[in-house]
């Protein structure tokens, strides 16, 4: 059952100027302050956002569309968040619905709720907002938590709050990105904006979060300010945390968790690989990394400046996915991509970099050739199955809706991504290949990298590189 409160929320700041105002600056990012409010005993967060959004297009934009995450997790959802097999472990206490409601769009002529799955809202602007302008709204709006260990959801240890807010869809050749969640591979496409968070909970919850911040406890209730400039999204996870802190090249790093047996390994692993990663693809550029050991079905997850870690990973498992989320600081949260459309694009760099680190690192005791062989065998095996199942379809660069499920998306995007840069840096030499990486990193941090621009990167070097790199995202070549 879905269950909506309203509660009143102090307004940060004088809303009588909502609407259009002229001449943001060209370089300006969209900046948005966010007040909220978590109820436990009502499984609900209420919110207010106030966003202002420059018009960096070359189009008068008549309306704005923002991605609704939360209605995902509702009921009747054509594209559910947790793939079928991880549901019972998921939703831990059998299925559990969730939603964001949006109450009111101050600054707006009108707004409505649609796409293909709900999971669009659409704010009518009224006049056209030309190019340099900035549209200034309101957005009210509440979200129902389902029971589940996902990123959005109230755990069975942890409440995870990511993606909880309308979040503006990327703009692209063809208007607004407006994209369905999927079941596997992260549907998240954002520019980047300034955000700030001003999250009131109950007395008691500690935070693990993207950014600086500070906590003020006061009549039973907890007000966390975090602020993430500079970020894709902010992101929270709450829950009783034990704390262990280092630095590594100037960055404060925590490690916030639950019942690791071994911490002091874990925050080692995540302070030598942003070291490592800093090293050889560019500055990290925000002053604290987090680390959070969290209710989440698999593997990771990572936010701008934060990284969650499952809680069920085994020591084994640990290492890989901690360097992973770490290396999604560069391949998606300074780097974007359009995640949708070429998850490759982050997802195989992200999984590459782990084979750089541990080259790098060989007390890990996992060889370079030990990782890309690994990768190269799990995806032979997913094809050669595939092939006698479905036909073969070995194309890496197609919509995450295309993939047949978690097990093609996993070998596709990760392992053949793995295979693909060991390929290409077998033509380049292993110190053109970094060089390309990190001039990938330069020219793009900030931005949506296109493909091409990454491809773009290695064949400056070498030529030959952007065949190779057509060859293993169109499915032509044979491993
Ligand atoms: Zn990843």
Redesign the pocket.
């Known amino acids: 059952m879905r269950k909506f409160f309203t509660v009143a929320l102090a307004a940060p700041f004088a809303l009588a100027a909502l609407g259009l105002v002229a001449c943001a600056s060209e370089e300006e990012r969209a900046n948005y302050r966010i007040v909220a409010e978590y109820f436990p005993e009502r499984s609900m967060l209420s919110a207010c956002m106030e966003a202002r959004i420059p018009n960096k297009t070359e189009n008068p934009l008549s309306a704005l569309s923002f991605e609704l995450y939360p209605n995902a997790y509702r009921e009747g959802a054509k594209y559910a968040p947790v793939p079928e097999a991880y549901a019972p472990a998921a939703y831990y206490s059998g299925m559990s619905y969730g939603g964001v409601r949006i109450l009111s769009v101050e600054g707006a002529a009108d707004f409505s709720v649609g796409g293909e799955d709900e999971n669009i809202l659409s704010v009518s602007l009224g006049e056209a907002l030309f190019p340099g302008e900035r549209a200034e709204l309101a957005i009210r709006f509440e979200v129902s938590l389902a029971a589940v260990d996902h990123r959005l959801g109230v755990g069975e240890r942890t409440v995870n709050l990511t993606g909880f807010y309308p979040a503006l869809c990327a703009y692209g050749e063809s208007g607004f990105r407006e994209y369905v969640y999927a079941q596997y591979g ?1 549907p998240f496409v954002a520019e980047c904006a300034d955000f700030t968070l001003s999250l009131t909970v109950p007395e008691g919850y500690g935070a693990a979060y993207g950014g600086t911040g500070s906590a003020a406890t006061r009549d039973g209730k907890t007000v966390y300010e975090i602020s993430a400039p500079d970020s894709r999204e902010i992101a929270v996870v709450l829950g009783t945390f034990s704390r262990v802190r280092t630095e590594a090249n100037g960055t404060e790093i925590e490690y916030c968790y639950l019942d690791d047996e071994t911490p002091e390994r874990t925050l080692e692993i995540a302070a030598e690989s942003l070291a490592y990663f800093s090293e050889t693809f560019g500055a990290y550029g925000h002053p604290r990394y987090t680390v959070v050991e969290t209710d989440f079905p698999y593997g ?1 997850m ?1 936010f701008p400046m934060l990284s969650m870690i499952s809680a069920s990973l085994s020591a084994e498992e640990l290492p890989a996915v901690v360097v ?2 770490t290396a ?1 600081q560069w391949w ?1 949260s300074a780097v974007g991509s359009d995640q949708f459309e070429h998850a490759w694009q ?2 195989g760099l ?2 590459y970099s782990c084979a750089l680190f541990f080259e790098a690192f060989p007390a890990y005791g996992v060889s370079y050739e030990k990782f890309v062989g690994e990768s190269e065998r799990a995806y032979r095996a997913f094809y050669s199955v595939s092939l006698q199942l479905f036909g073969a379809d070995a194309r890496m660069d197609k919509p995450l809706t295309e993939f047949t499920g978690a097990y093609e998306y996993r070998c596709v995007a ?1 392992d053949k991504g793995v295979v693909l840069f060991d390929k290409v840096r077998m033509l380049t030499g292993k110190k053109k290949f970094l060089a390309a990486l990190s001039r990938y990193c330069a020219e793009n941090r900030g931005r949506i990298a296109s493909p091409e621009d990454l491809i773009g990167c290695f064949s400056r070097t070498e030529a030959s590189a952007e065949g190779l790199f057509a060859s293993f995202t169109e499915g032509k070549c044979v491993l």
């Open positions: 992260d990771g990572e992973h989320e999604h998606y982050d997802e992200a999984e990760y």
